[in-house]
């Protein structure tokens, strides 16, 4: 990975080594159950937790994006997102990154005025609410820039690609070009694996990962226990854990500077290993 910065409500924070990004979901049908809280005192719980096991940052999210997941009105997710960024501001104090995972600009915008967010985390990159971009340019916060087709009932039968790595670098570039005109420029991207993508398309992706650096901005990877794991190994989500770890040491080697988990201990023993792993090749390399 890159070194890279990001400004938080005015103040630079600096990452040289591969942040864990933790899942905190204020949902009653999020993919992986494991990952649902509502109540404040689990929420600031959780979050005390995951820092404990070596989190960076928090990602919070109030609107399944899985396919088939129920629609949730916008003032059902701005309640859920309050409630949830006040219990998580109470446990771990203001310090603490906190994204907020939300498609819709004006919950965007309460998120990170009023209620504590510091990030953006959009799965549409910008594609499902058009005033996306500028909300973000007028808050001055960083963004979360997935690549996805259509909407989460929708994105599956959006997978026609010439060649999806360069389709979805060319999506994700147009993008960022315009949020540069815009004046925003601490953005991370997202692939987007398993949003408009087949299985193998997935994996192509993932094979090809280092390719992301072209778009000169740090590379988020989300693939935590989903079904490009499930579907493959033929397993439920819940003893995906180990492949989930696997894949992201692999991302890591790939250039990723971000994996978004919900276990945030093996991702963070999975960093150590790596950055271990390079010093002694490095070491080896230059005769130490």
């Given at each position: ?205 993932m094979s090809h990962l280092d390719a992301f650096g072209i778009l000169g901005k740090p590379v988020l990877v989300g693939v935590s226990r989903k079904s490009m794991i499930t579907k493959l190994l033929d397993i439920p989500a819940d003893d995906a854990l180990v492949p989930t770890a696997v894949l992201g040491a692999y991302a890591l080697d790939r250039g990723a500077s971000v994996l ?29």
């Open positions: 990975m890159q070194p890279f910065t990001l400004n938080l409500h005015g103040r630079v924070v600096a990452y040289d080594r591969p942040v864990v990004l933790g899942i905190i979901n204020a949902t009653p049908d999020s993919f992986y159950a494991g990952s649902r809280v509502s109540e404040p005192e689990a929420i600031g719980q959780r979050a005390r937790q995951m820092l404990a096991d070596g989190a960076d940052m928090l990602d919070l999210g109030a609107y399944s994006s899985r396919p088939g997941g129920a629609d949730v009105p916008a003032e059902e997710e701005m309640r859920r997102l309050e409630h949830a960024l006040k219990a998580i501001r109470a446990a771990v104090g203001d310090d603490v990154p906190v994204s907020v995972d939300t498609f819709r600009a004006d919950v965007a915008r309460r998120c990170v005025a009023e209620w504590g967010a510091d990030i953006v985390n959009d799965i549409s990159g910008g594609t499902l609410d058009e005033r996306m971009f500028v909300t973000v340019a007028e808050l001055r916060c960083p963004y979360l820039l997935m690549h996805m087709r259509g909407t989460p009932a929708t994105m599956q039968t959006l997978t026609n690609y010439d060649c999806v790595t360069a389709d979805v670098i060319a999506e994700l570039s147009r993008s960022l070009w315009t949020l540069a005109e815009l004046g925003v420029g601490d953005v991370i991207v997202d692939p987007g694996f398993g949003f408009a993508k087949t299985l193998e398309q997935n994996y192509e992706l978004r988990v919900h276990d945030v201990k093996a991702a963070r023993q999975s960093v150590v290993l790596y950055e271990k792993l390079k010093t002694a090749i490095s070491n080896q390399e230059t005769g130490e």
